[in-house]
């Protein structure tokens, strides 16, 4: 059964600093990851999508890497800022299944 | 296209009540999920449809869960009988088929629901 964890649960960084949020996954046939944002008492906003095939995708300040072997997921958040503050949710597709599983969270502060 | 809606945004019910959740998906969008989320927590699957047919359905889904797809456009959810235990933020999603793997789940901006 595939469980994915994300550390750290939550944190609080000020404004500037570069971040990296961990996902992990027990089960490596993925069919890919995906990183989204939540804001609080709202649904999810898709961030990356990164294929199994794929070692890592980038928007604007955001980056997130795949290493399948490992059972790991990174979201990369370059030059954080107050905007930013939200949880940050990763979820993966098995292979055979179109669900997603996904992990508690991180909640992020970013503050001035 | 405004994303995939959601109605009702809130509902609070007495407990042992009937409530329904629709929602209407990106249009031309052929999946659509129905997820739960719990306070502090992740989503979790209920069920999807491909088109107007219901593929997976989670063992979260009791049989006091129903959903329908009837034209492949819209859903509804339905909880026959509430308990408080059902009270949670319950989340769609749309997506499609852009190549193969490539599958972005569009989120609507959930349905919150109290049980007393």
């Known amino acids: 059964k595939q469980e994915v964890t994300q550390i750290p649960a939550a944190l609080s960084v000020p404004e500037g600093e570069n971040l990296v949020l961990n996902c992990s996954f027990t089960?490596?046939?993925?069919?890919?990851l995906q990183w989204f944002r939540q804001d609080p008492g709202k649904g999810l906003t898709s961030l990356l999508l990164i294929q199994s095939s794929q070692r890592e995708q980038t928007s604007g300040r955001l980056n997130a890497s795949l290493d399948k072997s490992s059972g790991r997921s990174t979201l990369y958040i370059a030059a954080s800022q107050p905007g930013d503050s939200a949880t940050y949710l990763c979820a993966a597709r098995e292979h055979n299944t179109d669900k997603l599983i996904f992990g508690t969270g991180t909640r992020l502060q970013v503050f001035p | 296209d405004t994303g995939v809606s959601q109605d009702p945004r809130h509902k609070i019910t007495k407990r042992g009540q009937n409530v329904t959740f629709r929602c209407d998906p990106i249009s031309e969008h052929n999946r659509l999920y129905w997820y739960r989320q719990t306070l502090g927590q992740g989503p979790e699957f209920l069920t999807y449809?491909?088109?107007?047919?219901?593929?997976?359905k989670s063992r979260l889904l009791s049989d006091r869960f129903s959903a329908e797809r009837p034209k492949g456009s819209f859903s509804t959810l339905e909880i026959q009988r509430t308990e408080q235990g059902d009270s949670a933020m319950y989340l769609c999603?749309?997506?499609?088929?852009?190549?193969?793997?490539?599958?972005?789940?569009?989120f609507g901006p959930g349905t919150r629901l109290l049980v007393l």
């Open positions: 089960d490596s046939a993925i069919y890919n």
């Open positions: 449809f491909q088109n107007e047919a219901q593929l997976e």
């Open positions: 999603a749309s997506s499609t088929i852009l190549g193969q793997g490539e599958e972005t789940q569009y």
